[in-house]
């Protein structure tokens, strides 16, 4: 009896390190393995599934218009302190780099509207970003906690998987990551096929 009590307590404390690790912004906990980033070589670079929406200027984005550009998609949130300390990483890169090559491209997950969008001018982020009130776009992206704020994935000209971060974002580490895809030739069956450019939230 005692080993099948112990056994239920371990499983127990289990569950509760794993909502700690998956509670995203505002965990006071020690960073976890899954805090931190990772960049693939193309051959290990998995496909971004399909994630559309309106963004909170209300116009519809997809991310597969952007095929043949580097897109940098981050979450973020107006309550959410290290998505304050971060973003003006992504404003300065979205500012510095071509539009023609790269597209940066927010997640704002289950905020209340008129926050972020207060948020978003405070912030001056020119670039859009898709609301995603429910958590339900974020939780489709490959390896990123379903409650992962901040995070952010860099995918390549062919749409696929090429760094993730999960934790907020080193601007130099981001910045070599997208200047090294930018360098990359597109090898895909849409390679120059360069969407559109994306108005402003």
């Not at 998956?22 to 070589?41: E, K, N």
């Not at 309106?54 to 519809?60: E, F, Q, V």
């Amino acid at each position: 009896m005692f080993a099948r009590r112990s056994a239920a307590l371990s499983a127990a404390a289990l569950a509760v390190l794993a909502m700690l690790v998956l509670s995203g912004c505002g965990r006071d906990q020690p960073a976890s393995a899954l805090v931190g980033s990772q960049t693939f070589a193309p051959s290990d670079r998995e496909p971004m599934p399909a994630l559309a929406g309106t963004t909170l200027a209300g116009r519809p984005l997809d991310l597969a218009s952007l095929r043949g550009k580097v897109v940098v998609l981050n979450t973020w949130a107006s309550w959410c302190t290290p998505c304050r300390t971060e973003i003006p990483t992504f404003v300065a890169l979205d500012e510095r780099e071509d539009p023609a090559d790269v597209a940066v491209v927010g997640l704002n997950v289950q905020d209340d509207p008129a926050a972020a969008d207060d948020f978003a001018n405070d912030f001056h982020m020119a670039y859009p970003s898709i609301e995603d009130s429910d958590g339900a776009l974020l939780a489709t992206v490959p390896g990123v906690p379903p409650s992962a704020l901040p995070s952010t994935v860099v995918l390549d000209r062919d749409g696929r998987i090429a760094a993730r971060i999960i934790g907020e974002a080193d601007p130099g580490e981001l910045t070599r990551t997208v200047d090294s895809l930018v360098a990359e030739p597109a090898g895909g069956p849409t390679a120059g096929s360069a969407a559109a450019s994306v108005s402003a939230r």
